[in-house]
């Protein structure tokens, strides 16, 4: 198992960049697929990003594509989300999960999931 630990959210103007950090625990955190999620109030969880074990593949919803960029780091467990251009409809709690093996975009396929970070952008 792992337990994800997500953090940097917090109030920003638009136009402006946050880094979003997912601290995992466990051992084989390399050998799993992560991806980043938000929900803002009142709307489904959306899918943003995600990267494979390797980093080599990676995926990103079209309203965040150029603006959003997911990394990991497999020695530190973390991934990260830098989040630029921001715009007051990115406003949202922000979920990092994990999966293993394929790298998918769908929300049921995540079995596990941090406690969310709130991102606030004003504009």
């Known amino acids: 198992q792992v337990q994800l630990v997500e953090s940097g959210g917090g109030l920003v103007q638009a136009g402006g960049s946050l880094r979003l950090s997912c601290a995992a625990s466990g051992r084989t955190f390399s050998s799993y697929v992560m991806a980043w999620f938000r929900q803002a109030p009142g709307k489904e969880r959306e899918f943003l990003a995600a990267?494979?074990?390797?980093?080599?593949?990676?995926y990103y919803a079209d309203s965040v594509k150029g603006r959003f960029t997911i990394s990991r780091d497999n020695v530190k467990n973390v991934v990260y989300l830098q989040m630029n251009s921001l715009k007051p409809e990115d406003t949202a709690v922000y979920y990092c999960a994990a999966r293993t093996f394929i790298v998918t975009t769908k929300v049921g396929d995540y079995d596990y999931w941090g406690q969310g970070t709130q991102v606030t952008v004003s504009s």
């Open positions: 990267i494979s074990w390797s980093g080599g593949k990676i």
